[in-house]
């Protein structure tokens, strides 16, 4: 069993920087590939960003590629976003999940969720 925590959500203005974190319960942390999603209201929820239980790995969607950063931190059982050049079109509720074996862009591979985290990304 994982339980995940999001926090480091808020406002930011168009164009700025935020880094979300999520913190991971549970001593199999580390065996677990870990991805971020969001969700708009009225929208379904999209892949971001997903990363392997080593951090060798990373998968990105396009639309952030280049922009996002997805890192972990195995010995402090964390996951990181960080997001530069933001727009206001990705204003969402951004959540982090986890799977055993490969990372995955399919939200349904996912075996566990945090609450949610809310970023807001001002014109």
């Known amino acids: 069993q994982v339980q995940l925590v999001e926090s480091g959500g808020g406002l930011v203005q168009a164009g700025g920087s935020l880094t979300v974190s999520c913190a991971a319960s549970?001593?199999?942390?580390?065996?677990?590939?870990m991805g971020w999603f969001r969700q708009a209201p009225g929208q379904e929820r999209d892949f971001v960003a997903a990363?392997?239980?080593?951090?060798?790995?990373?998968l990105y969607s396009n639309s952030v590629k280049g922009r996002f950063t997805i890192s972990r931190d195995n010995a402090k059982n964390t996951v990181y976003l960080r997001m530069n050049s933001l727009k206001p079109e990705e204003t969402a509720v951004y959540y982090c999940?986890?799977?055993?074996?490969?990372?995955?862009?399919?939200?349904?591979?996912?075996?566990?969720w945090g609450q949610g985290t809310q970023v807001t990304v001002s014109s």
């Open positions: 999940a986890a799977r055993h074996y490969n990372p995955t862009y399919y939200p349904n591979d996912y075996d566990y």
């Open positions: 990363i392997n239980w080593s951090g060798g790995t990373t």
């Open positions: 549970g001593r199999t942390f580390s065996s677990h590939a």
